[in-house]
């Protein structure tokens, strides 16, 4: 059977390797999917083979401390930032300019700082239920409602336990019994790995962020699409929504109802629709 990981090879910097899916033509326009917590590019395997199929060049890393990429050796090192100069190494070492870049969850996070601090690298972006830093900040208490898990996360050992134990009995309530937990477990499962995940949330969120009032950023001057779908268990409508008001390029909002958290797996077809729609009505200048 074939996998996307067929295609997949190992970037190396100073400090970490990655796996990197790489597939599609060479000549194509290129599209960066970039995953959230707790996946690895294998969220995006509804999508990858369709954007092929349509003629664009796709690359999908695993991020640090996810799937077969290196756990950084710190818990700072894990912060957003560096994802963020990870996403552009990539670029670099595939030789690659410009691309147009899609995030989900954490992935999003790591769209946006692409867009706002490369927007000369940015075709176009698609943010999947994590809205705009500075609209995730102002949402308000609905959404530091919403986030509570991520006070919890800050609790090393603490966070850990209540995940797994069980049967990762706290994982599988939280998501839900969302059906990607079993694609979870086995990597969350090998040592360090579920720490090295949780990490994200402990060196880019820690319990002051959640109060409000965050980072004075730049605006995100690529065409943007942000998805948010109605059953999402951590994130409200409104820090979407209001991503508008910090992007000064083309914006469109796209809805999912009755569609969870993990839209790339949930929705394919809705979200393979929705992606090659802007794309490919914003091509490479």
Not at 29 to 56: C, F, K, M
Not at 238 to 251: F, K, L, N, R
Request: hydrophobic share 40%.
């Amino acid at each position: 059977m074939s996998s996307i990981y067929d295609d997949a090879r190992t970037i190396s910097f100073d400090d970490i390797r990655l796996r990197v899916v790489d597939t599609g033509p060479r000549d194509g326009e290129t599209v960066l999917l970039l995953h959230g917590w707790p996946d690895s590019a294998n969220l995006w395997r509804h999508q990858i083979p369709v954007l092929v199929d349509a003629g664009y060049r796709v690359i999908a890393p695993d991020q640090r401390a996810f799937g077969e990429s290196d756990v950084p050796a710190d818990v700072a090192s894990t912060h957003m930032f560096f994802a963020v100069q990870d996403a552009l190494r990539i670029l670099d070492d595939s030789g690659i300019e410009r691309a147009h870049v899609v995030g989900h969850d954490w992935g999003a996070a790591v769209a946006w700082g692409v867009g706002f601090t490369a927007p000369d690298r940015v075709i176009s972006l698609t943010a999947m239920s994590v809205g705009h830093p500075a609209a995730f900040s102002g949402a308000g208490f609905p959404q530091r409602e919403k986030s509570w898990y991520m006070l919890l996360f800050q609790f090393d050992g603490v966070a850990e336990q209540w995940l797994s134990d069980n049967d990762w009995a706290g994982l599988r309530a939280w998501t839900r019994e969302e059906p990607e937990v079993e694609q979870w477990i086995p990597d969350l499962s090998r040592p360090g790995r579920l720490t090295a995940s949780l990490n994200w949330y402990r060196a880019t969120v820690p319990p002051e962020s959640l109060l409000g009032g965050g980072p004075d950023l730049p605006p995100v001057a690529a065409p943007t699409l942000g998805i948010w779908s109605s059953d999402d268990m951590a994130l409200v409508e409104a820090q979407m929504t209001d991503s508008q008001q910090y992007v000064s390029g083309e914006w469109r909002y796209e809805r999912l109802d009755g569609v969870g958290h993990w839209m790339p797996v949930a929705a394919p077809e809705h979200v393979n629709a929705l992606l090659l729609e802007w794309i490919g009505k914003h091509p490479a200048s």
